[in-house]
């Protein structure tokens, strides 16, 4: 019976440990390989800088954080990282997630999200997935196709250097939309408001709906390389001209 209750004790004490580690990693990614980052209660933070892997750190906060178990599900040229909590989180009981990622090569990020936290993705190139249910969207400095969003949060992005034809879309429930663009932006555009404001300082003609509440807009700016389509429910959506000395 004793030796029982030491085997369980040491199963529960390993499961524990399991549980209350951090991440701190270093992946090698190929160029076009696949990044996906899923937090539930925390900020998720992607910045770009000059080295050759990705480096992945786990930052835990709050009196319930070592419950919190983080998932390393990544194989090959797939790099997948999960947040679960067993149980719904206090809310000062997070985890927040830092990843480096080399800025000279192109990948595929088809999830950043968090569903309560902040996302945030800065000087990267290839195509992104970004979102929030609960949180801010701030995208800066990605080269490639974009998409942003979020449920109750602002969503801010700057479009960078977009080579490749495709579509990009941005959109909030109820908050802002903010998208900042190069003077010579390639694109058909998409915006529309139900209860906010719409503008741009681009040539489209912004027009209330002839059926229902809310404002739209359209138009063609050069040959529309590109898709964008700007949305919110209930706030204000804006497309502005970036500064020539800003351009990426």
């Known amino acids: 019976m004793i030796r029982k209750s030491v ?5 529960l004490f390993t499961i524990q440990l399991a549980f209350a580690q951090s991440l701190q990693k270093s992946y090698d990614l190929p160029p076009g390989g696949r990044i996906f980052i899923d937090n539930f209660a925390g900020d998720v933070k992607i910045t770009g800088y000059s080295g050759k892997t990705i480096e992945v750190k786990s930052i835990r906060k709050g009196p319930e954080s070592d419950a919190i178990r983080i998932d390393d599900m990544s194989y090959g ?5 999960m947040v679960r909590y067993p149980r719904v989180p206090g809310g000062t009981t997070i985890v927040d997630l830092e990843v480096k990622v080399p800025s000279a090569v192109s990948f595929n990020f088809d999830r950043i999200a968090s ?5 945030s993705v800065t000087n990267v190139m290839g195509r992104l997935m970004a979102s929030s249910v609960r949180g801010i969207v701030d995208v800066r400095d990605v080269r490639g196709l974009v998409s942003a969003q979020s449920i109750s ?3 801010t992005v700057e479009i960078g250097r977009v080579q490749e034809p495709g579509n990009m879309r941005f959109r909030s429930i109820s908050g802002d939309v903010l998208v900042s663009a190069p003077a010579n932006l390639d694109a058909l555009i998409a915006m529309s408001s139900d209860s906010g404001m719409l503008r741009s300082d681009f040539p489209i003609d912004i027009q209330e709906r002839r059926y229902g509440p809310g404002r739209e807009a359209k138009g063609k700016l050069g040959s529309g390389k590109q898709s964008l389509w700007i949305n919110s429910n209930s706030g204000r959506v804006s497309l502005i001209q970036r500064p020539e000395r800003q351009a990426l």
Do not use: D, M, T
């Open 115 to 119: 569903f309560v936290g902040n996302v």
């Open 153 to 155: 949060g602002n969503v």
């Open 77 to 81: 040229s797939r790099l997948e990282i």
């Open 7 to 11: 085997l369980g004790f040491a199963v």
